[in-house]
């Protein structure tokens, strides 16, 4: 037998064992509970009130010794989940955890009777328990809840992992979120602080007097930005639906209408690839900004990662993956092609600005182009293999190719670039922001180019939104906006490397 085959055998006969010890405790548990079904008829009772939480606790007495706490005789309701449990004689030591963190108890046959002892003694590693007490400190310091009354509340029947590996396999998190958060206090902070950062967020935006609203997630014609929609079929109607790819031209049309400062936290859907940074269903803010241009939207965002780097971070400075950030000054800018001159030393020499040089650049750099393909797709392209993941701090990439851009407004002065940003942080993007075009005959032109390359193949170009036109035929005012993925920026405000370690129940595949 090969070395390889017999680790396989010996992985595959450890995985037994494991299953088997598992099923074992759980056929132990099932009996506990049946025992106690028996004995106290409700295994489950719902009548019990928590008062209390332990973080609080932790936190209104942390500077209280054990003398002051016994006299105080403060006394608590907590519940929590067992999640440490040591037995000796007629005493005993646990610890629970709540939804804000531990907190110690202590038990004794003088505090609570022999029979509830017992009773406790039972009880397995996480059980949900509640506890009424007062507080108090261990001989070792550690501020402890002195049992007076104790409940189960929920039997577990399946065991928790080892307590000292926790749930380390990073696939198994994934796929038993809730296992993860029971476990890994370091998963729950990341999407505590994910529910922080959306509202920043919502606060940021009301105090600037955007209206928050809510537009269609199934829509019969996908728009608002270049990506395969996915596709249900609405039974009553007898009409396909797009799971929407943007809410983009939906609040387009709310500002037609009058809404001039808008924003929506929306679920987008988009049928592509899956990675560390793409998730087929993922959360935007969205925003549209009457009488706005783009430089007011590139200062807006400036603001805004200022105000949620000091109210989630404390400070202007955040580190990610080691490397400090800096929120507390204005984000870069340059052009696209600025950037690949930057940052791609064969550029230099060439005239970027023309398509016989960025194919010159493409050529030198092994980036295949073709025929059909104009300046701005070219460039693009280079953009995006050469520059991006070399824009480290916040930076603001502007004057993007018309021929990219099927939504943004044309530049006043160069009719081959937009007036439009991309914002990067950390080698990715974040956001994307232009001035809107408001020009119902230029945006019905750019639309028909979208349906010609989606005849010759592209399954991203964009649907005709023949509505779309009307809308903006009755006049819509000069608007900048902007889309932030939402995703991302917890990414980087958590240090986390991938988008599934900020998504409570990413995508994956079937096992």
Known sequence: ????????????????????????????????????????????????????????????????????????????????????????????????????????????????????????????????????????????????????????????????????????DVEARYRQRYLDLIMNPASRDVFNKRNLIIRT??????????????????????????AEPFVTHHNALD???????????????????????????????????????????????????????FNDLMDFTDALMHDIATKVSGSTIVSYQGVDLNFGVPALRMSVVESVIKYTPQAQGLDLNTREGVVALADILKIAHKPSEGWGKILMNIFDEQVETKLIQPTFITAYPTEVSPLARKNDHNSEITDRFEYFIAGRELGNGFSELNDAEDQ???????????????????????????????????TAGEGIGIDRLVMLFTDSVSIRDVLLFPHMRMV
């Open 201 to 226: 967020l919502r606060n940021f935006f009301d105090a600037h007097g955007f209206a928050e609203v809510e537009t269609p997630m199934m829509q019969p014609i996908p728009g608002g930005a270049s």
């Open 1 to 168: 037998m090969s070395d390889r085959n017999q680790a396989n055998t010996e992985s595959n006969q450890i995985e037994t064992d494991n299953n088997s010890d598992e099923n074992h405790l759980i056929t132990e548990r099932r009996e506990k509970l049946k025992k106690i079904r028996e004995l106290e008829g409700n295994a489950f009772p719902n009548d019990f009130k928590r008062e209390h939480l332990a973080n609080d606790l932790q936190t209104k007495f942390a500077d209280m010794d054990k003398e002051s706490l016994n006299e105080l005789a403060f006394e608590v309701s907590v519940a929590g989940r067992m999640m440490l449990k040591r037995l000796f004689g007629k005493a005993g030591f646990a610890t629970i955890r709540d939804q804000s963190g531990d907190i110690q108890l202590f038990l004794n046959t003088q505090l609570i009777g022999s029979e509830k002892m017992e009773a406790f003694k039972r009880w397995d590693i996480g059980d949900i328990i509640g506890i009424k007490g007062c507080m108090s400190r261990s001989d070792k310091g550690e501020l402890t809840i002195r049992v007076s009354q104790l409940r189960l509340l929920t039997k577990s029947l399946r065991p928790l992992p080892d307590k000292f590996h926790g749930l380390t």
């Open 239 to 293: 009409m396909p639906f797009y799971l929407r790819i943007a809410p983009e031209l939906y609040l387009k049309r709310l500002v037609v209408g009058g809404f001039e400062k808008v924003y929506e936290i929306n679920r987008n859907f988009r049928n592509e690839g899956v990675s560390t940074r793409h998730n087929p269903e993922f959360t935007m803010i969205e925003f549209y900004w009457a009488y706005a241009n």
């Open 444 to 478: 019905h032109e750019r639309f028909m180019e979208q349906v010609r390359e989606k005849d010759a193949g592209d399954g991203e170009a964009m649907h005709y939104d023949a509505d779309f036109i009307a809308a903006l035929e009755y006049g819509m005012p000069p």
